[in-house]
């Protein structure tokens, strides 16, 4: 059975950061591609980070490039995405995504984990 279980998600305020974790399970973590999606209330779900374990390439969206890092830990069957200088805008439910490629991901086709809530006020 394919999880993905997201955590480090919480409040934090603007020009803070955050860690946020995706621990893989049930399939070949070696030969996926992993992303993290974000939807605000109101709003559509929008790719914010991905990278392919198969040749570490990786994908950011304009609005986190230079804010946010994502990384892999193959040991660990692990995702990381670390989020600086967070701002209100960056409020939403983050969800850990993976997929055989990083085009499904872009299609937003493969498994999904449940999602962990970032807010971002003072």
């Known amino acids: 059975e394919v999880q993905l279980v997201e955590s480090g998600g919480g409040l934090v305020q603007p020009g803070g950061s955050l860690r946020l974790s995706c621990a893989a399970s049930g399939f070949t973590f070696d030969d996926y591609a992993i992303g993290w999606f974000r939807q605000a209330p109101g709003k559509g779900r929008e790719r914010v980070s991905c990278?392919?374990?198969?040749?570490?390439?990786?994908y950011y969206a304009d609005s986190v490039k230079g804010r946010f890092t994502i990384s892999s830990d193959n040991a660990k069957n692990t995702v990381y995405l670390q989020m600086n200088s967070l701002k209100p805008e960056d409020t939403a439910v983050y969800y850990c995504?993976?997929?055989?490629?990083?085009?499904?991901?872009?299609?937003?086709?493969?498994?999904w984990g449940q999602g962990t809530q970032v807010t971002v006020s003072s």
């Open positions: 990278i392919s374990n198969r040749d570490g390439s990786t």
């Open positions: 995504a993976a997929a055989s490629s990083l085009s499904r991901l872009q299609l937003q086709r493969g498994y």
